[in-house]
């Protein structure tokens, strides 16, 4: 595997539904975020870890849980959904530093709320 | 407080034609850095480039080339000879150093359709 990858790339759940998403990153970075895109508004940033901490919380609802074991790997926990959750959900890394903060995306979940 | 704009909703362009993507952007940051990324339907978004606020000076990769004017806020994105391929959403973003924030501030895209 390289790059930035994610699974799973569909899901469908009910709102009273948990589920996780996955993902990894295999290019040594120190960084992962998780952005969300939906129909009506631009990339939204929701979470940022930095060596496994989490440093940036953009006032995401608590039915979205982040969650990162490690440098690698983050998951987003999510549970008891709504409607209005259904978007494509972006992983990415960066490796921090001096900057420049330069991104690598990974190909995105399809959410979708029932 | 940082942000980045894409006048452009959506530019249609018939394969060959060329096209210019504009990005205007607002930093109250002396230092900088911009990106444009491409989002095909597959939906990841692939990075393309990555400008320092303290350098000016174009660059070309290929077809594609990209314009950074500081004076006007400006950081266009020109695609010569369109193919299409290149249909995708383009978004234009931006980061500050001196924060330390971390994310990206992101443009809402522009659609480019190349038609055959």
């Known amino acids: 595997e390289t790059g930035v990858t994610q699974t799973p790339r569909h899901l469908v759940m009910g709102m009273t539904n948990k589920k996780s998403l996955k993902c990894e990153q295999h290019?040594?970075?120190?960084?992962m975020y998780w952005y969300k895109q939906s129909a009506k508004k631009p990339l939204e940033l929701m979470f940022v870890?930095?060596?496994?901490?989490?440093?940036e919380n953009n006032s995401v609802p608590s039915r979205f849980s982040p969650e990162c074991p490690n440098s690698s790997h983050l998951f987003l926990h999510l549970h008891t959904l709504q409607p209005e959750d259904s978007a494509l959900y972006l992983c990415?890394?960066?490796?921090?530093?001096?900057?420049?903060?330069?991104?690598?995306f990974g190909p995105g979940t399809r959410l979708t709320v029932t | 407080a940082q942000k980045v704009t894409q006048a452009q909703t959506e530019i249609s362009v018939v394969e060959k034609e060329d096209v210019t993507l504009d990005c205007v952007y607002e930093?109250?940051?002396?230092?900088?850095?911009l990106f444009w990324y491409k989002q095909p339907p597959s939906g990841e978004l692939v990075f393309l480039i990555r400008?320092?606020?303290?350098?000016?000076q174009n660059e070309i990769s290929g077809r594609y080339s990209w314009n950074f004017q500081k004076s006007t806020s400006s950081f266009n994105f020109t695609i010569t000879a369109s193919q299409v391929v290149d249909s995708a959403v383009y978004f234009c973003?931006?980061?500050?150093?001196?924060?330390?924030?971390?994310?990206?501030?992101f443009g809402s895209g522009t659609r480019l359709q190349v038609q055959p």
């Open positions: 990415a890394s960066s490796q921090e530093g001096t900057g420049p903060y330069e991104q690598y």
């Open positions: 290019l040594g970075h120190n960084a």
């Open positions: 870890y930095s060596l496994e901490e989490r440093v």
């Open positions: 930093t109250r940051d002396t230092t900088y850095y």
């Open positions: 400008r320092n606020s303290f350098d000016e």
């Open positions: 973003a931006l980061s500050e150093a001196a924060t330390g924030r971390r994310a990206l501030t």
